[in-house]
């Protein structure tokens, strides 16, 4: 087995990812199958659960874990599943737990990511999408729960995604360089969270192995 391999395997299934996800429709299904449903993110999730659908009979699901950092799947080498708003300002995407990804590097010399851009409709001003999500969980998410002690703002939920672009990224000790640092902040205990990678969206090339173009 081979990236390559990988890589000639995700460029054929991939492709019949769907398209237009629509907010509702994919909680629903989401939570038919048990998977991630009341997460606010829930386009990022659905992501995931239709990549393990249309994967899961080639790759392992989860891949390898190091110490408490898992990797999304695994065939040759270790991927992870991210998705990003193509719309956004900022023009970055959070990749996974640093250590965890320079350990997997080390092992394998390489390390894929799976790069879901889509365009996003966000929630109206009285957020029925929300409250639609809420009423549907009949108690809150530990989200909520979290941000109610915080005495945050809500935040403005996807309402639907569409699916433009997926990209497949190699990492390795060469291209790392190009990677910068997230900072995460701290735990609830006070203590600094670990740091990930972050992808500058104009630096993508040195990381492109292929794309799925859904346009």
Not at 19 to 27: Q, R
Not at 47 to 59: I, P, V
Not at 171 to 187: A, C, M, P, W
Request: proline share 2%.
């Amino acid at each position: 087995m081979s990236m390559q391999g990988d890589v000639k395997i995700l460029l054929h299934h991939l492709k019949g990812m769907p398209v237009i996800w629509d907010g509702k429709s994919c909680i629903q299904e989401m939570k038919e199958q048990d998977y991630q449903w009341r997460q606010m993110e829930w386009w990022a999730f659905y992501f995931e659960l239709k990549s393990r659908n249309l994967l899961e009979t080639e790759f392992e699901f989860p891949g390898d874990r190091v110490g408490r950092v898992g990797f999304d799947l695994k065939r040759s080498v270790n991927w992870d599943l991210k998705c990003k708003a193509i719309k956004s300002d900022e023009h970055k995407a959070i990749l996974n737990d640093k250590e965890a990804m320079k350990d997997s590097i080390q092992r394998y010399g390489e390390h894929g990511v799976i790069l879901a851009l889509c365009d996003v409709e966000y929630n109206d001003v009285d957020r029925t999408f929300q409250k639609w999500h809420a009423k549907l969980m009949e108690k809150p998410s530990k989200y909520t729960v979290e941000r109610e002690k915080r005495t945050s703002n809500s935040r403005y939920r996807k309402t639907s995604a569409t699916l433009d672009e997926i990209l497949l990224l190699r990492i390795t000790e060469d291209n790392l360089q190009y990677l910068s640092t997230f900072k995460q902040g701290r735990n609830s205990n006070g203590n600094p969270r670990r740091e990930k990678y972050m992808l500058d969206l104009e630096e993508v090339d040195r990381f492109l192995i292929d794309t799925i173009s859904f346009r």
